[in-house]
């Protein structure tokens, strides 16, 4: 088999990476051989066969021969690195696979090339063999072996970690399937992980996601239509397929389509297109999934109309064959639906031109044709197209007034639609002309009957509803009129002429498209007219972005200048000059104006505020290829084709006053500035000399300080990166070289950016990414490694452009903009997974207190140290990571592992005295994720780790508008979602669940509901609750939960809740099916019935009553009082009636439901039973009952029938002289736990009623939850720690599954910028200051875990990550004022200090700029200065706030931190920072209105402040005594700029590392993002009483309506 068959046409496949999908059998012979073009025109011949000597790779001058042998008959992938591949043979580089050819005995799937190197687990969705086949049944071959990235040399973090591993070696080996080849060892396993997932650059996910096109090819007449039965509008914008909602703008996109879209059609869900050009590509879209169906191909080009049935089963199109002769094809397109091909039912050549093809909705198997002269009819019979024409030449009688009958040409066919019209004589077809009249034509007699003379100009197009008809014009007029054309009944004029319309479903929308790219909407009962969608109309050249104000601009071959809103995309202003060709553009820093360089020469300064020209110069000969601000603002520099450089002074009214001549005559050039203004850099070469080189002149003085030879034949783009050291370059034979500014020595280079040249560059913000643009339309992201791509850097390539990319700008750090020689303007999505991609720290490998190193997970951008089994359990990574059918095979397995290890603990304040230092310990946890502490209360605490929230709309707007307050937020459509919490109401009863079949578990953190898959990690997080769930209960098949929580405090936000509330959940849909309301004090406990008809509920202490509720309805059914309250209840198995029984501490009380009423027995107890007060039940399958009580005892009780005496006799007991706190009953044993954390499993002697213990596992804290398997080898335990504990009570180990603080966390603290390793500490009011490992991908925050701990007796308030000496330390202030400073690298106390009056805590802790000292705040407002090397004091300051006053919150201002600002309820005060011991002065202060004193100490609100981004002089700050209110402060003015009036009170501030988006948290527990400039803000759904948080990642989110960011 030989692709293609041709072997003088070639395949032309630029992909560089090829993977071919074959099944060979082990006897079977068989051979591939691929022939490949190199750059220097050769062609090189790879062959791979098991034929060839399978001890070796041969290799000769124009051929490379791969032996490989299958052994086991399985399919098999074998990927071809072909650069790789022919690296041996050839020093020129790889361009195209010409040739495949397929040999003798084998099986073929498919054959792909990509530029990406994939793997198993992110295959694209047509590489994917089966779902149903199991990676053991495919083997993955790579030939010469699996590509790597190789990374820039890290800096060590300590001497504790290893270098990374050595790089990959240069010769060439085949690597056989991974499957083939099974690790040993673990410590080898993570071994072989680290150099192969460390190394290289894992795409699993696009990096870019296209969100929105401005553009819309209004050339084209019918490239514009709605999808049925929606409110979405489908139109064209170049070769992309839009599908844009009419109300709220969003769009989706359809990419694929290589050329420009000529023709749509719709029919259902089915969407067709036809591209423009030679090969006249037709191809078949699902509008619902997005996915192409099928491609068609049977015209030779020009297609220049389509149209699907109206039942969606015949397509027609017309275009050219290859005589240019026009060919009509019909289709029947049913079976594309089974996955079946599409059948060509006719074939006909038309002599007749044709213009418009439509079916008939009349008759099946009819259409109807116009074009030049010609109206035609056609029906389908016996596989041919049989036409006939209908005589357009009307009799004087019929011509309406106006209409002329010269040689005419017909545009588009309308039907007329009607209930009534029953007969084919009595409907009627309209055809349009470019006379502008419209000929009325009987379809039944196939005769004209009249023609109307309706616009002036060409009818574009023309639609018929009932009694209705619509015409778009040349003449630029939209009309309405009646059937009978009397006269319009409506008229809309607009800028172009209209070229497409389209009618709504529910026909009171017109939607119009005009030759202009304007798309409208116009409303025919109100005659309200929207603009949805405007765009160029030629080549757009350049885009640049003024940040400052939400905006960008595009200017264009068209002669428009068009800005844009970067929120809405909507265009904010055009400027015009009619005839010209502007080139480039360029926003000043600081000023609303706008430069531009135009195509003779001039360069033109705009007010954007006024819409007014500033300046206008022609200082160049020729064209202006670049305009650039310095970025200080104070000069302007233009640079021409003429090769000269202008420098324009912007104060002066951009007078021109130097030239800098670069010698660029002919030859294109580039400029760029350094951020800090010092330095412009541009492009010199002389007509002598074949390369080109950079010239750096200085940014004031323009004079040239160096110059930095190259050897590329010329530059395309400039960029120095953000600090100014290094400058990139794009080159004209498409490399990217990265210099030295210092010494000008080349640092990087990357070639074959692009296929053909690269055109346009832009470097993210944070300098993580670059993205180029080239003639080939793609558009790549490329990861920087030192601020650029490393050699080996493989980036993702993003289609989407019709044309050559001429333009890419960030607009902030989540949005590109791309412009192309088309005329639409992308923009697209960056993910936050793209920002993880430049290299980083090392990870820090965790430290127990044994010494040991913990391997932490790979890194894509890290390196993994090599090092000893850590102290958490391998039992748990093991069952991490397998299968929930392996659960306890994988736990059995590592059970042996888990003896012999300790808990390590280690005095930190060493040198003291007991009495004096509290006493620490630290010691190695295993926790899955980051931190969320919850409770029973609504006082619980949380820490949550948001990559994706659920978003609800809210508003914060500014007082000085009448200070309106935000309405309650509605929700909005869900686009966040909470990505991971961890924590566990551990002081409740009964809060956490599992079930051992499918790995599921179940539990509260707060107010949120988990449902957790333990072998993946995966987790759901269900948010109804206001409150902390207080006890949950799931049915016996696992397919409903229930869960509970108590009501909400009188204080609260939601007054309207009186009672506790009862949650009901669709395990499965993750949905709440029922809120159910009737206890007044809370829930005590929760059960369903053994069918899972009935939930049954007890009230909280003091309540004294039980409810049955009806699971499918959610109704109460009835109730019943008690007289005690009740502790624990159970349903009863095997009764004729629904029983259960209900345990109080001195009684136990049996209920039956009859009928509707609840009918109660109190079994009578012996006396020995109520020795003490009953703590615990379990119930048995069989009836029986185990109940235990407060001295450990555990008794069996048996009830008789219908009666209420009972058996009872003890059975067993716990041993100490703690409760029991959970029984659990299974088939011969029984489960206990206690108050001290002992879980013990009891066994029965068999034929006897003696119950002996069997095993005894203890875990941390009082267990107040247990669930088991049915065998219970196997449980999972909650203790009142906020640790869930999984338990192998066979192995007698446990593992912690899931850990938290057990009281509030105080503060979160990230690295510092200069110390960027992947951790976060939390601190706790219970002492412990607590170290975790983050992931380095968003979508991995499973892979996190807390690997060291420090306790003290005191409450831990302050953290701070900092590095000294190049290792890894964490500064921690406490209670007392004492701080403390932590070296991770050894888990050690390296010193501790008394900064602080012991009558006080320590608030904040600072690195200085010259990271060598440490600056503390206290609650009192004094601050103090130490050494970071040994603790020593520096120097103190006394309190600036008054004696009674307590500072609330101390935050340092950005950059250099010269300012700290400490916020208290009555005073904010602004300070000077005493860095190496200068003055500590007051800048300025802000005292609260004193009309607000009320009882703001009982709302437990505290006051807080942020400073705004730099440049602002300003803070955020919040205080009880300003309700509902947050104060923008300008501390240099002294001066109040803004009040922003908020839903509630906040209680938390957090501004993001752009400086652009404020998080912030309040009194009701919700947390929400707010545009600083804009003061827009979004709530996130879920609360939690917020005390603190971090920014861990930078995520911008918009609203559906694109208003709101």
Same mark, same amino acid.
């Given at each position: 088999?030989?692709?293609?068959?041709?072997?003088?046409?070639?395949?032309?496949?630029?992909?560089?990476?090829?993977?071919?999908?074959?099944?060979?059998?082990?006897?079977?012979?068989?051979?591939?051989?691929?022939?490949?073009?190199?750059?220097?025109?050769?062609?090189?011949?790879?062959?791979?066969?098991?034929?060839?000597?399978?001890?070796?790779?041969?290799?000769?001058?124009?051929?490379?021969?791969?032996?490989?042998?299958?052994?086991?008959?399985?399919?098999?992938?074998?990927?071809?690195?072909?650069?790789?591949?022919?690296?041996?043979?050839?020093?020129?580089?790889?361009?195209?696979?010409?040739?495949?050819?397929?040999?003798?005995?084998?099986?073929?799937?498919?054959?792909?090339?990509?530029?990406?190197?994939?793997?198993?687990?992110?295959?694209?969705?047509?590489?994917?063999?089966?779902?149903?086949?199991?990676?053991?049944?495919?083997?993955?071959?790579?030939?010469?072996?699996?590509?790597?990235?190789?990374?820039?040399?890290?800096?060590?973090?300590?001497?504790?970690?290893?270098?990374?591993?050595?790089?990959?070696?240069?010769?060439?080996?085949?690597?056989?399937?991974?499957?083939?080849?099974?690790?040993?060892?673990?410590?080898?396993?993570?071994?072989?992980?680290?150099?192969?997932?460390?190394?290289?650059?894992?795409?699993?996910?696009?990096?870019?996601?296209?969100?929105?096109?401005?553009?819309?090819?209004?050339?084209?007449?019918?490239?514009?239509?709605?999808?049925?039965?929606?409110?979405?509008?489908?139109?064209?914008?170049?070769?992309?397929?839009?599908?844009?909602?009419?109300?709220?703008?969003?769009?989706?996109?359809?990419?694929?389509?290589?050329?420009?879209?000529?023709?749509?059609?719709?029919?259902?869900?089915?969407?067709?297109?036809?591209?423009?050009?030679?090969?006249?590509?037709?191809?078949?879209?699902?509008?619902?999934?997005?996915?192409?169906?099928?491609?068609?191909?049977?015209?030779?080009?020009?297609?220049?109309?389509?149209?699907?049935?109206?039942?969606?089963?015949?397509?027609?199109?017309?275009?050219?064959?290859?005589?240019?002769?026009?060919?009509?094809?019909?289709?029947?397109?049913?079976?594309?639906?089974?996955?079946?091909?599409?059948?060509?039912?006719?074939?006909?050549?038309?002599?007749?031109?044709?213009?418009?093809?439509?079916?008939?909705?009349?008759?099946?198997?009819?259409?109807?044709?116009?074009?030049?002269?010609?109206?035609?009819?056609?029906?389908?019979?016996?596989?041919?197209?049989?036409?006939?024409?209908?005589?357009?030449?009307?009799?004087?009688?019929?011509?309406?007034?106006?209409?002329?009958?010269?040689?005419?040409?017909?545009?588009?066919?309308?039907?007329?639609?009607?209930?009534?019209?029953?007969?084919?004589?009595?409907?009627?077809?309209?055809?349009?002309?470019?006379?502008?009249?419209?000929?009325?034509?009987?379809?039944?007699?196939?005769?004209?009957?009249?023609?109307?003379?309706?616009?002036?100009?060409?009818?574009?197009?023309?639609?018929?509803?009932?009694?209705?008809?619509?015409?778009?014009?040349?003449?630029?007029?939209?009309?309405?009129?009646?059937?009978?054309?009397?006269?319009?009944?409506?008229?809309?004029?607009?800028?172009?002429?209209?070229?497409?319309?389209?009618?709504?479903?529910?026909?009171?929308?017109?939607?119009?498209?005009?030759?202009?790219?304007?798309?409208?909407?116009?409303?025919?009962?109100?005659?309200?007219?929207?603009?949805?969608?405007?765009?160029?109309?030629?080549?757009?050249?350049?885009?640049?972005?003024?940040?400052?104000?939400?905006?960008?601009?595009?200017?264009?071959?068209?002669?428009?200048?068009?800005?844009?809103?970067?929120?809405?995309?909507?265009?904010?202003?055009?400027?015009?000059?009619?005839?010209?060709?502007?080139?480039?553009?360029?926003?000043?820093?600081?000023?609303?104006?706008?430069?531009?360089?135009?195509?003779?020469?001039?360069?033109?300064?705009?007010?954007?505020?006024?819409?007014?020209?500033?300046?206008?110069?022609?200082?160049?000969?020729?064209?202006?290829?670049?305009?650039?601000?310095?970025?200080?603002?104070?000069?302007?520099?233009?640079?021409?084709?003429?090769?000269?450089?202008?420098?324009?002074?912007?104060?002066?009214?951009?007078?021109?006053?130097?030239?800098?001549?670069?010698?660029?005559?002919?030859?294109?050039?580039?400029?760029?500035?350094?951020?800090?203004?010092?330095?412009?850099?541009?492009?010199?070469?002389?007509?002598?000399?074949?390369?080109?080189?950079?010239?750096?002149?200085?940014?004031?003085?323009?004079?040239?300080?160096?110059?930095?030879?190259?050897?590329?034949?010329?530059?395309?783009?400039?960029?120095?990166?953000?600090?100014?050291?290094?400058?990139?370059?794009?080159?004209?034979?498409?490399?990217?070289?990265?210099?030295?500014?210092?010494?000008?020595?080349?640092?990087?280079?990357?070639?074959?950016?692009?296929?053909?040249?690269?055109?346009?560059?832009?470097?993210?913000?944070?300098?993580?990414?670059?993205?180029?643009?080239?003639?080939?339309?793609?558009?790549?992201?490329?990861?920087?490694?030192?601020?650029?791509?490393?050699?080996?850097?493989?980036?993702?390539?993003?289609?989407?452009?019709?044309?050559?990319?001429?333009?890419?700008?960030?607009?902030?750090?989540?949005?590109?903009?791309?412009?192309?020689?088309?005329?639409?303007?992308?923009?697209?999505?960056?993910?936050?997974?793209?920002?993880?991609?430049?290299?980083?720290?090392?990870?820090?490998?965790?430290?127990?207190?044994?010494?040991?190193?913990?391997?932490?997970?790979?890194?894509?951008?890290?390196?993994?140290?090599?090092?000893?089994?850590?102290?958490?359990?391998?039992?748990?990574?093991?069952?991490?990571?397998?299968?929930?059918?392996?659960?306890?095979?994988?736990?059995?397995?590592?059970?042996?592992?888990?003896?012999?290890?300790?808990?390590?603990?280690?005095?930190?304040?060493?040198?003291?005295?007991?009495?004096?230092?509290?006493?620490?310990?630290?010691?190695?946890?295993?926790?899955?994720?980051?931190?969320?502490?919850?409770?029973?209360?609504?006082?619980?605490?949380?820490?949550?780790?948001?990559?994706?929230?659920?978003?609800?709309?809210?508003?914060?707007?500014?007082?000085?508008?009448?200070?309106?307050?935000?309405?309650?937020?509605?929700?909005?459509?869900?686009?966040?979602?909470?990505?991971?919490?961890?924590?566990?109401?551990?002081?409740?009863?009964?809060?956490?669940?599992?079930?051992?079949?499918?790995?599921?578990?179940?539990?509260?953190?707060?107010?949120?509901?988990?449902?957790?898959?333990?072998?993946?990690?995966?987790?759901?997080?269900?948010?109804?609750?206001?409150?902390?769930?207080?006890?949950?209960?799931?049915?016996?098949?696992?397919?409903?939960?229930?869960?509970?929580?108590?009501?909400?405090?009188?204080?609260?936000?939601?007054?309207?809740?009186?009672?506790?509330?009862?949650?009901?959940?669709?395990?499965?849909?993750?949905?709440?099916?029922?809120?159910?309301?009737?206890?007044?004090?809370?829930?005590?406990?929760?059960?369903?019935?053994?069918?899972?008809?009935?939930?049954?509920?007890?009230?909280?202490?003091?309540?004294?009553?039980?409810?049955?509720?009806?699971?499918?309805?959610?109704?109460?059914?009835?109730?019943?009082?008690?007289?005690?309250?009740?502790?624990?209840?159970?349903?009863?198995?095997?009764?004729?009636?629904?029983?259960?029984?209900?345990?109080?501490?001195?009684?136990?009380?049996?209920?039956?439901?009859? +009928?509707?009423?609840? =009918?109660?027995? &109190? $079994?009578? @107890? /012996?006396?020995?039973? %109520?020795?003490? !007060? *009953?703590? #615990?039940?379990?119930?048995?399958?069989?009836?029986?009952?185990?109940?235990?009580?407060?001295?450990?005892?555990?008794?069996?009780?048996?009830?008789?029938?219908?009666?209420?005496?009972?058996?009872?006799?003890?059975?067993?007991?716990?041993?100490?002289?703690?409760?029991?706190?959970?029984?659990?009953?299974?088939?011969?044993?029984?489960?206990?736990?206690?108050?001290?954390?002992?879980?013990?499993?009891?066994?029965?002697?068999?034929?006897?009623?003696?119950?002996?213990?069997?095993?005894?596992?203890?875990?941390?804290?009082?267990?107040?939850?247990?669930?088991?398997?049915?065998?219970?080898?196997?449980?999972?335990?909650?203790?009142?720690?906020?640790?869930?504990?999984?338990?192998?009570?066979?192995?007698?180990?446990?593992?912690?599954?899931?850990? +938290?603080?057990?009281? =509030?966390?105080? &503060? $979160?603290? @990230? /690295?510092?910028?200069? %110390?960027?390793? !992947? *951790?976060? #500490?939390?601190?706790?009011?219970?002492?412990?200051?607590?170290?975790?490992?983050?992931?380095?991908?968003?979508?991995?925050?499973?892979?996190?875990?807390?690997?060291?701990?420090?306790?003290?007796?005191?409450?831990?308030?302050?953290?701070?990550?900092?590095?000294?000496?190049?290792?890894?330390?964490?500064?921690?202030?406490?209670?007392?004022?004492?701080?403390?400073?932590?070296?991770?690298?050894?888990?050690?106390?390296?010193?501790?200090?008394?900064?602080?009056?012991?009558?006080?805590?320590?608030?904040?802790?600072?690195?200085?700029?010259?990271?060598?000292?440490?600056?503390?705040?206290?609650?009192?407002?004094?601050?103090?200065?130490?050494?970071?090397?040994?603790?020593?004091?520096?120097?103190?300051?006394?309190?600036?706030?008054?004696?009674?006053?307590?500072?609330? =919150?101390?935050?340092?201002?950005?950059?250099?931190?010269?300012? %700290?600002?400490?916020?208290?309820?009555?005073?904010?005060?602004?300070?000077?920072?005493?860095?190496?011991?200068?003055?500590?002065?007051?800048?300025?202060?802000?005292?609260?209105?004193?009309?607000?004193?009320?009882?703001?100490?009982?709302?437990?609100?505290?006051?807080?402040?942020?400073?705004?981004?730099?440049?602002?002089?300003?803070?955020?700050?919040?205080?009880?005594?300003?309700?509902?209110?947050?104060?923008?402060?300008?501390?240099?003015?002294?001066?109040?700029?803004?009040?922003?009036?908020?839903?509630?009170?906040?209680?938390?501030?957090?501004?993001?590392?752009?400086?652009?988006?404020?998080?912030?948290?309040?009194?009701?527990?919700?947390?929400?993002?707010?545009?600083?400039?804009?003061?827009?803000?979004?709530?996130?759904?879920?609360?939690?009483?917020?005390?603190?948080?971090?920014?861990?990642?930078?995520?911008?989110?918009?609203?559906?309506?694109?208003?709101?960011?």
């Amino acid at each position: 088999m030989q692709l293609p068959q041709d072997r003088t046409e070639g395949l032309g496949l630029t992909g560089g990476f090829l993977y071919l999908q074959i099944l060979v059998q082990p006897a079977d012979t068989y051979s591939i051989h691929v022939d490949v073009k190199t750059t220097d025109r050769n062609t090189t011949r790879i062959s791979i066969s098991n034929l060839f000597n399978p001890d070796a790779l041969k290799c000769t001058q124009r051929s490379v021969q791969i032996p490989y042998s299958s052994t086991d008959g399985k399919w098999t992938v074998l990927a071809l690195d072909l650069a790789s591949l022919l690296a041996p043979v050839t020093s020129a580089a790889f361009e195209e696979t010409k040739t495949i050819q397929f040999c003798a005995n084998m099986v073929v799937r498919g054959a792909f090339t990509a530029d990406n190197s994939y793997t198993r687990q992110n295959l694209p969705k047509d590489m994917v063999l089966s779902h149903a086949l199991a990676p053991a049944d495919l083997n993955w071959v790579w030939m010469p072996q699996e590509p790597v990235v190789q990374l820039a040399p890290l800096r060590e973090l300590s001497s504790n970690i290893k270098p990374a591993l050595s790089s990959q070696k240069s010769s060439i080996k085949l690597s056989k399937p991974s499957l083939n080849n099974p690790s040993t060892s673990r410590k080898k396993a993570l071994e072989d992980a680290a150099e192969q997932v460390s190394a290289q650059h894992e795409q699993s996910e696009p990096w870019l996601q296209l969100q929105h096109i401005n553009g819309y090819t209004g050339e084209f007449t019918r490239v514009m239509t709605w999808l049925p039965n929606s409110q979405e509008l489908v139109f064209a914008a170049g070769n992309v397929i839009v599908i844009m909602h009419s109300s709220s703008g969003v769009q989706r996109h359809l990419l694929g389509c290589a050329n420009n879209l000529c023709a749509l059609a719709c029919s259902g869900q089915v969407i067709v297109s036809a591209e423009a050009g030679k090969l006249g590509l037709i191809r078949l879209w699902d509008a619902a999934s997005g996915q192409c169906q099928a491609l068609l191909h049977g015209h030779a080009g020009g297609i220049n109309c389509l149209d699907l049935s109206p039942d969606g089963r015949f397509l027609v199109a017309v275009g050219l064959n290859n005589h240019s002769k026009q060919l009509v094809i019909l289709w029947n397109v049913t079976g594309l639906v089974d996955g079946q091909k599409a059948q060509v039912l006719a074939k006909y050549i038309s002599d007749y031109n044709i213009k418009a093809i439509k079916f008939s909705p009349y008759e099946e198997g009819r259409l109807m044709t116009c074009g030049k002269d010609s109206v035609r009819m056609f029906r389908l019979k016996m596989g041919h197209l049989r036409g006939m024409s209908v005589h357009v030449t009307p009799a004087p009688g019929e011509m309406s007034k106006g209409s002329w009958l010269d040689t005419n040409v017909f545009t588009d066919i309308a039907f007329e639609t009607g209930c009534g019209l029953l007969q084919l004589e009595e409907r009627h077809v309209f055809v349009t002309s470019i006379s502008g009249a419209v000929y009325q034509i009987n379809y039944g007699t196939r005769t004209l009957e009249r023609v109307y003379q309706l616009h002036s100009a060409a009818i574009n197009c023309m639609l018929v509803s009932e009694g209705l008809c619509v015409t778009g014009s040349d003449d630029k007029f939209l009309r309405v009129w009646p059937l009978d054309f009397s006269d319009f009944l409506l008229e809309a004029e607009h800028e172009a002429g209209v070229t497409a319309i389209g009618l709504a479903p529910d026909g009171l929308t017109i939607a119009i498209g005009t030759e202009n790219g304007v798309i409208g909407c116009l409303d025919v009962p109100t005659h309200q007219y929207r603009t949805l969608l405007r765009s160029h109309t030629d080549t757009i050249n350049a885009v640049a972005v003024d940040t400052h104000r939400g905006e960008y601009c595009t200017v264009s071959s068209d002669g428009t200048i068009r800005g844009w809103d970067i929120a809405s995309h909507a265009q904010l202003f055009e400027l015009a000059a009619p005839g010209e060709v502007i080139q480039c553009c360029a926003y000043h820093p600081d000023r609303h104006e706008l430069a531009c360089g135009f195509d003779q020469g001039r360069v033109r300064i705009f007010d954007i505020a006024e819409t007014a020209l500033l300046q206008e110069h022609k200082q160049h000969r020729q064209g202006v290829l670049q305009v650039l601000y310095l970025p200080s603002g104070k000069l302007l520099f233009s640079l021409g084709v003429d090769g000269n450089l202008c420098v324009y002074e912007v104060a002066h009214t951009y007078l021109p006053i130097k030239y800098l001549s670069t010698a660029i005559h002919h030859h294109p050039g580039c400029i760029a500035a350094a951020p800090n203004s010092s330095l412009l850099a541009t492009v010199s070469r002389s007509d002598a000399s074949p390369m080109a080189s950079i010239l750096l002149f200085h940014g004031s003085t323009l004079e040239a300080i160096r110059r930095i030879e190259s050897t590329a034949p010329g530059f395309t783009n400039l960029l120095f990166s953000q600090d100014g050291s290094q400058l990139l370059a794009t080159t004209a034979d498409r490399r990217l070289l990265t210099y030295a500014v210092g010494n000008g020595q080349l640092m990087q280079e990357q070639s074959e950016l692009h296929k053909v040249g690269v055109d346009t560059v832009a470097l993210h913000p944070s300098q993580a990414l670059i993205a180029t643009g080239g003639a080939d339309r793609l558009i790549k992201i490329w990861p920087c490694h030192s601020q650029a791509p490393s050699p080996t850097a493989t980036g993702q390539s993003f289609i989407g452009h019709s044309d050559i990319v001429t333009g890419l700008a960030w607009a902030n750090d989540h949005s590109l903009i791309s412009t192309s020689a088309g005329d639409a303007i992308l923009i697209w999505h960056l993910k936050p997974a793209a920002l993880l991609t430049p290299d980083t720290d090392p990870n820090l490998a965790p430290v127990n207190p044994h010494g040991h190193v913990q391997v932490a997970p790979p890194n894509p951008a890290g390196r993994l140290a090599d090092a000893p089994a850590a102290n958490m359990t391998e039992a748990f990574d093991d069952f991490q990571r397998g299968e929930p059918g392996l659960l306890q095979q994988s736990l059995e397995a590592s059970a042996s592992r888990l003896e012999g290890l300790t808990e390590g603990r280690h005095t930190a304040d060493t040198g003291s005295s007991a009495a004096a230092q509290p006493s620490m310990t630290t010691k190695a946890l295993s926790v899955t994720t980051v931190v969320a502490d919850g409770f029973q209360q609504s006082t619980a605490e949380a820490v949550l780790l948001e990559s994706q929230h659920q978003l609800v709309a809210g508003s914060v707007v500014p007082a000085e508008a009448g200070e309106p307050k935000a309405g309650k937020p509605a929700a909005a459509e869900p686009h966040l979602q909470v990505q991971r919490v961890i924590g566990f109401n551990g002081d409740s009863r009964g809060t956490c669940a599992w079930q051992a079949d499918s790995g599921l578990l179940l539990y509260a953190a707060n107010q949120c509901l988990i449902v957790e898959q333990l072998a993946t990690r995966e987790q759901r997080c269900l948010v109804q609750h206001t409150t902390g769930i207080s006890c949950l209960a799931v049915t016996p098949d696992g397919s409903l939960i229930a869960s509970a929580s108590p009501p909400p405090p009188e204080s609260s936000s939601e007054p309207s809740v009186t009672t506790a509330q009862i949650c009901l959940w669709h395990v499965a849909t993750a949905t709440c099916l029922h809120v159910m309301h009737h206890h007044s004090c809370g829930v005590q406990a929760l059960s369903f019935s053994h069918d899972g008809v009935w939930l049954l509920s007890a009230g909280k202490d003091p309540e004294q009553n039980v409810v049955i509720w009806d699971v499918e309805t959610g109704a109460a059914l009835t109730s019943g009082t008690t007289s005690q309250p009740v502790i624990d209840l159970a349903w009863r198995p095997h009764t004729p009636l629904p029983a259960f029984v209900t345990l109080s501490k001195s009684e136990v009380l049996a209920w039956e439901l009859e +009928s509707s009423h609840l =009918a109660q027995r &109190c $079994l009578r @107890l /012996p006396p020995p039973l %109520l020795e003490a !007060p *009953l703590t #615990a039940l379990g119930p048995h399958l069989d009836g029986t009952l185990f109940l235990g009580d407060a001295n450990g005892n555990i008794w069996r009780l048996q009830i008789a029938l219908n009666s209420s005496l009972v058996t009872c006799f003890k059975c067993c007991g716990l041993g100490s002289d703690g409760p029991v706190t959970c029984l659990q009953a299974h088939q011969g044993c029984l489960l206990a736990s206690s108050a001290e954390g002992q879980l013990v499993r009891f066994a029965q002697q068999p034929n006897s009623s003696i119950w002996v213990e069997d095993k005894r596992v203890c875990v941390t804290g009082r267990v107040n939850s247990l669930d088991a398997a049915e065998d219970a080898s196997q449980a999972v335990v909650g203790s009142s720690m906020g640790t869930i504990w999984y338990v192998d009570m066979h192995g007698g180990s446990e593992v912690p599954v899931v850990t +938290s603080h057990t009281q =509030a966390v105080t &503060c $979160l603290a @990230l /690295p510092t910028s200069e %110390l960027r390793t !992947p *951790l976060m #500490a939390t601190t706790c009011q219970d002492g412990v200051l607590r170290i975790w490992q983050m992931p380095s991908q968003p979508a991995d925050w499973h892979q996190a875990c807390a690997v060291m701990e420090f306790q003290s007796q005191q409450a831990c308030t302050a953290a701070a990550i900092v590095s000294r000496g190049g290792s890894a330390c964490c500064a921690a202030g406490y209670e007392g004022g004492r701080l403390r400073l932590f070296d991770l690298a050894t888990a050690l106390l390296a010193w501790t200090a008394q900064c602080h009056s012991s009558a006080t805590a320590v608030l904040a802790v600072e690195l200085s700029p010259s990271g060598k000292e440490l600056l503390t705040v206290a609650r009192d407002g004094s601050i103090a200065l130490c050494s970071l090397q040994d603790g020593g004091l520096l120097g103190q300051w006394e309190a600036h706030m008054q004696p009674e006053q307590q500072v609330d =919150a101390a935050v340092f201002a950005p950059g250099n931190k010269d300012l %700290l600002a400490l916020a208290c309820a009555r005073r904010l005060t602004v300070l000077s920072c005493p860095w190496q011991q200068k003055p500590c002065t007051a800048v300025s202060s802000y005292a609260c209105p004193q009309g607000h004193v009320l009882d703001w100490e009982q709302t437990g609100c505290n006051a807080t402040a942020v400073f705004g981004p730099e440049g602002t002089d300003c803070l955020l700050y919040s205080s009880p005594l300003l309700v509902g209110k947050l104060v923008e402060y300008n501390y240099q003015c002294s001066t109040t700029t803004r009040v922003l009036s908020m839903q509630h009170q906040p209680t938390a501030l957090s501004i993001s590392s752009g400086r652009t988006m404020v998080a912030f948290a309040d009194a009701a527990g919700s947390v929400g993002l707010m545009h600083y400039k804009t003061g827009q803000a979004v709530m996130l759904k879920g609360r939690i009483m917020v005390l603190a948080y971090h920014w861990l990642c930078i995520v911008v989110y918009a609203d559906v309506n694109c208003t709101e960011q």
